[in-house]
């Protein structure tokens, strides 16, 4: 396989998160060092199934390492879920004379990367791009650095009306499945309680939380609550629970939505994209598909697409206790 590439394709799909644009760029450069084509499709499978396809060289990446977001577009695209829209995805692979692709994304991005394989035996390669670190196989995605520093900063200024006013503040960040996020950021920023999908803490043990708090002499508090939080109510209904048992407290919600995807990538988020990206080309290079690129223990690995799309990674239990005791 490796003899047979010549020309390689990128692209982006799913959610965006900071740090696709430097994944691009690595990719695009790392094939330009190794005296191959590059092709870059936009608009993700969508982009693929209409021929919207456009030759990459070095400087075509030019001034994009810092920038948010993804230069190629993306789309979510049901007829590529469908056999057709797969085959006519890969009958404009051939077209464009396109010998191996290189799919930015998340789960599901990978789970059509790993279809376009198995029914055509195309060569593909995953980098894992997304705000929620959620994929098997990898310590950190591309983005979730960022997305963590953009929430903490976020509940920061919060807090400074927090304190001001005496309020409770409820702050819902992202993270429908996981709650990485979520627990991360709410250690960063000192949150008071942290409510994340893997744990049903109850809305008992919440309100005993807030009362500890009050007698202990705190003025305001910060709840962070993930979007999929199992306690059965959200955000608002929350709210709206506190002020019924706890009537001492004036209750505020803030939901953070898709302001934690945007904003310049980290140098961390930024460095693994470079990484990724190179190790995608050299791995196609020495004949490997259907494999995801990752890192763990600072070192660069690949895992089967296969595997990384089996199941969400667990949250941190030794970051969840540290949570406990910093919330005494």
């Known amino acids: ?74 789309a979510r695209c049901m007829e590529f879920r469908t056999p057709e829209g797969r085959k006519k995805g890969h009958d404009q692979l051939k077209k464009h004379n396109v010998d191996a692709l290189v799919v930015i994304g998340g789960n599901g991005s990978f789970a059509g990367a790993l279809k376009l394989n198995e029914e055509f035996n195309f060569p ?23 997305a963590i520093n953009t929430v903490v900063e976020v509940i920061d200024k919060i807090r400074d009306t927090a304190s001001s006013h005496n309020r409770l503040f409820f702050i819902e960040v992202m993270g429908r499945d996981v709650g990485h996020i979520a627990l991360n950021a709410g250690v960063g920023a000192g949150a008071e309680e942290i409510l994340i999908p893997e744990q049903n803490l109850g809305l008992d043990r919440l309100l005993d939380s807030l009362k500890r708090s009050k007698k202990s002499g705190k003025s305001s508090s910060i709840v962070i609550v993930a979007e999929g939080d199992k306690t059965g109510k959200n955000v608002f209904e929350l709210k709206e629970y506190v002020e019924e048992h706890l009537p001492i407290y004036d209750v505020r919600v803030s939901v953070l939505g898709h302001m934690q995807r945007g904003g310049n990538p980290t140098c961390f988020d930024r460095v693994l994209a470079s990484r990724m ?23 660069l690995i690949l895992t089967p697409i296969s595997e990384a799309i089996k199941a969400h990674t667990a949250v941190d239990e030794e970051l969840i206790r540290v949570s406990d005791i910093m919330t005494t």
């Open 1 to 74: 396989m490796a003899n047979s590439i010549s020309k390689i394709a990128v692209l982006t799909s799913g959610g965006d998160s900071p740090g696709m644009n430097a994944a691009i760029r690595s990719v695009v450069r790392s094939c330009a060092y190794m005296k191959l084509k590059c092709v870059a499709i936009y608009r993700g499978y969508q982009g693929m199934i209409d021929g919207d396809f456009k030759e990459m060289n070095a400087r075509s990446v030019n001034n994009i390492i810092n920038k948010g977001g993804t230069i190629l577009k993306s």
């Open 124 to 146: 593909v390669m995953g980098i894992p791009g997304t705000i929620d670190n959620d994929i098997l196989g990898t310590s950190y995605t591309i983005g979730f650095d960022t």
């Open 277 to 299: 990206g190179v190790r995608a080309v050299e791995a196609l290079l020495e004949g490997k598909t259907n494999y995801m690129v990752g890192i763990r223990d600072h070192k």
